[in-house]
């Protein structure tokens, strides 16, 4: 998987409000004040159906791709439950697309608002830097997850990713994780052409799921073949969407 020169990071500026982080330039929290941790568990983790697909799956390898890295609370969310019920012998291939990433220093002190993934945090922020500035995937956790962070518009680093070259070798996306900031704050990467990126490297088991039930947003996956559903969303959202690629653009 290639990520191109990060020489030029262009940073997030992050404001602390109450102890949480808010990105000044979309003028949006990077995760709900309710209880992010769970937000991520009830959207990501459920809204994609992992656990259960983990305990049973026979494969050698699962890939997620995610759209906003953040601060890495959903990739830590996602390790975690992939080291207590996947398969010892299988990788989790994490794949983010970021535009402005955080800081060491900004995302050390996000996380550490998360004790409970403590022993996850650590090896991750001892890795940052070089999961930033260098041009491979990096991997941890005795060698059960490969974590690969593109930087850039998602859009264009989609068009340039090359699954073929992660360990062992994957060939599509099985799950996707929607994040970044709300369509209204973020509407340069809740694009047509995103959604057909995702439809590029999605199989018929490929799911998604995402925070957002804005009716852009469903009508794009809709268009470039995704079945979309609608459930109760977390906190004080009240609606949030998932579904799984179909392949047609008649899909409801």
Not at 26 to 52: A, K, M, R
């Amino acid at each position: 998987m290639r990520a191109k020169d990060n020489a030029n990071i262009e940073w997030c500026h992050v404001e602390w409000k109450q102890g949480q982080p808010y990105a000044s330039a979309f003028q949006d929290v990077y995760f709900s004040s309710d209880n992010g941790l769970l937000e991520t568990e009830y959207v990501f983790l459920q809204g994609n159906n992992l656990t259960y697909r983990w305990q049973h799956t026979e494969a050698k390898a699962f890939t997620i791709a995610e759209t906003g890295f953040g601060t890495g609370l959903n990739f830590l969310c996602a390790v975690k439950n992939w080291l207590e019920i996947a398969p010892k012998d299988a990788v989790l291939h994490f794949i983010s697309l970021e535009k402005y990433p955080l800081s060491l220093s900004d995302i050390t002190v996000a996380l550490r608002l998360w004790p409970e993934l403590l022993n996850l945090v650590e090896p991750f922020l001892a890795s940052y830097e070089s999961l930033l500035f260098g041009k491979k995937p990096i991997m941890l956790f005795d060698n059960r997850v490969q974590l690969t962070l593109l930087i850039g518009d998602a859009t264009a680093s989609l068009k340039t990713l090359n699954l073929t070259d992660s360990n062992p070798p994957s060939s599509l996306i099985d799950a996707w994780f929607l994040d970044g900031f709300s369509p209204a704050k973020n509407p340069d990467m809740w694009q047509a052409a995103l959604f057909e990126q995702m439809a590029r490297l999605s199989y018929q088991e490929t799911t998604f799921a995402t925070f957002t039930s804005a009716g852009e947003v469903r009508r794009g996956l809709l268009a470039a073949g995704f079945q979309v559903k609608k459930q109760a969303g977390f906190g004080k959202k009240r609606e949030m969407l998932f579904g799984h690629f179909v392949g047609n653009t008649n899909a409801t």
